[in-house]
C-alpha cells in the first residue's frame, strides 16, 4: 500500500492564528488531494493538486490555501483559522491500479478554540 | 453540483444476515464508483470499485452497477459484527476535472450478534 502521512495527528489552536497541516506520500502519485469531514456533510473537498506547483479548488476553499513545492507534500493552510473550521482533516493520493481510487492518510482533527 | 446519495441508516442486519447498501448519482458522465469502509475515528478504506455494469464479487462483497439507473449497490454477505461501521459510496469526475472523487454522506451499518 501506499505510504501516506499526515501532521499533526492532533492540534488546538486559537481563533485568527494560521495553522499549516502536512501531507506526506513515498510513492510519487501525482494528484493529492485535501478533504474535510463535518457530521452531516460526509467529505468534501477543499483543494487538490494535479503536480507539483499545480493546484486548484475544491467546493469549499474559502479560508483555505494549498502548497506542493514538491510531488511528495501537499500542504494544506488556515489562513486565521476560525471555529467553522474545526474538523477532521484527511488528506489523499489517487492510485492508478486502484481505478484512480484514494487512499487516505489517517486524518488531522483540528480544534479551534 | 453533481451529488452521490446514500440513505444514511442506522441499517441493522443480523450477525450471518445479508447486508444491502444502496447509492444513487445524478452525473451521468461518472464511470467508476467506490466503496470505502469507515470505523469510527478511522479514516476511510476503500473496499472495491466497479466501472462496469453487472455485479462484482470479492470474498464476501458485492458490488452492482446499473448506469442506466444510476444505482450502485454493496452487498455483505454472512455480515459479522465487525462489519459495523460507515460505508461511503463514491464516483470519479473524469481526469479534466481531476480525478476527483464525489461522496455521499455515508451509511451506518450495525451488525447485531
Known amino acids: 500500500d501506499a505510504g501516506i502521512t499526515q501532521s499533526p495527528r492532533h492540534k488546538v489552536t486559537e481563533t485568527g492564528t494560521p495553522v499549516t497541516l502536512r501531507c506526506h506520500q513515498t510513492?510519487?502519485?501525482?494528484?493529492m488531494y485535501w478533504y474535510r469531514q463535518d457530521p452531516g456533510h460526509g467529505l468534501r473537498l477543499i483543494h487538490y493538486?494535479?503536480?507539483?506547483?499545480?493546484?486548484d479548488k475544491g467546493e469549499v476553499s474559502d479560508g483555505y490555501s494549498v502548497s506542493r513545492s514538491k510531488t511528495e507534500d501537499f500542504l494544506l493552510t488556515l489562513e486565521s483559522a476560525t471555529s467553522s473550521q474545526t474538523s477532521v482533516y484527511f488528506c489523499a493520493i489517487s492510485e492508478s491500479d486502484k481505478n484512480y481510487g484514494y487512499t487516505f492518510g489517517s486524518g488531522t482533527r483540528l480544534t479551534v478554540v | 453540483q453533481k451529488e452521490v446519495e446514500q440513505n444514511s441508516g442506522p441499517l441493522s442486519v443480523p450477525e450471518g444476515a445479508i447486508a444491502s447498501l444502496n447509492c444513487t448519482y445524478s452525473d451521468q458522465g461518472s464511470q467508476s464508483f467506490f466503496w470505502y469502509r469507515q470505523y469510527s475515528g478511522k479514516s476511510p478504506e476503500l473496499i472495491m470499485f466497479?466501472?462496469?455494469?453487472g455485479d462484482k464479487e470479492d470474498g464476501r462483497f458485492t458490488a452492482q452497477l446499473n448506469k442506466a439507473s444510476q444505482y450502485v449497490s454493496l452487498l455483505i454477505r454472512d455480515s459479522q459484527p465487525s462489519d459495523s461501521a460507515t460505508y461511503l459510496c463514491?464516483?470519479?469526475?473524469?481526469?479534466?476535472?481531476?480525478?476527483?472523487?464525489?461522496f455521499g454522506a455515508g451509511t451506518i451499518l450495525r451488525v447485531k450478534s
Open positions: 510513492e510519487n502519485h501525482r494528484y
Open positions: 463514491a464516483s470519479r469526475q473524469s481526469r479534466e476535472y481531476g480525478n476527483k472523487l464525489v
Open positions: 493538486s494535479y503536480g507539483v506547483k499545480d493546484t
Open positions: 466497479i466501472y462496469s455494469n
